[in-house]
T-cell receptor
């Protein structure tokens, strides 16, 4: 398996634009996590899914953020509208049997 | 959620063992203890996890205190590639579990 695949690896967008981050989890994994990492706040859990169902989205900072998992092989994190303070590295991870694997992350810059 | 306490930073020398401590005095009987690490410019990486008994794998050993209020991650022979932030995390024993990261311990390995 190729591991957790995130796209794009880098994204630069203007304030106010919609941004969509994508994640393909490892086949057979039943949990999917979305994280955001900044120097100031560290690694923050935004939302996680179990068997495609959102379980806890208490970490989603605002209504501008939304996440979906339409099937077991794909998830998206959308920010609309984007703001400069959303600039961060966003990680997706998938897990089976309490062993999580992380993608390489998407570095988002909002100017 | 039960919390963990780790030193902010530690130093070690190459080829020497490293013992990374973690306190979790409010751990519940069904909480699992996980360790992840994050190398520079990479996503977090699973290291090891356990419940009650000590655990060994190719990367490290996990020593869990008898009362489970603390644990120690042991790297048997540190290499320069082990320089990373190490996170100690508790997850509930239920079917839905949150993988929430704290600040971790920054391990520096000296040549």
């Amino acid at each position: 398996d190729a591991g957790v695949i995130q796209s794009p690896r880098h994204e630069v967008t203007e304030m106010g634009q919609e941004v969509t981050l994508r994640c393909k989890p490892i086949s057979g994994h039943d949990y999917l996590f979305w994280y955001r990492q900044t120097m100031m706040r560290g690694l923050e859990l935004l939302i996680y899914f179990n068997n495609n169902v959102p379980i806890d989205d208490s970490g989603m900072p605002e209504d501008r953020f939304s996440a979906k998992m339409p099937n077991a092989s794909f998830s998206t994190l959308k920010i609309q509208p984007s703001e400069p303070r959303d600039s961060a590295v966003y990680f997706c991870a998938s897990s089976f049997d309490r062993n999580a694997f992380f993608g390489q992350g998407t570095r988002l810059t909002v100017v | 959620d039960a919390k963990t306490t780790q030193p902010n930073s530690m130093e070690s020398n190459e080829e020497e063992p490293v013992h990374l401590p973690c306190n979790h005095s409010t751990i519940s009987g069904t909480d699992y203890i996980h360790w992840y690490r994050q190398l520079p410019s990479q996503g977090p990486e699973y290291v090891i996890h356990g419940l009650t008994s000590n655990v060994n794998n190719r990367m490290a050993s996990l020593a869990i205190a008898e009362d489970r209020k603390s644990s120690t991650l042991i790297l048997h022979r540190a290499t320069l590639r082990d320089a990373a932030v190490y996170y100690c995390i508790l997850t509930s024993g239920g079917s839905n579990y949150k993988l929430t990261f704290g600040k971790g311990t920054l391990l520096t390995v000296n040549p």
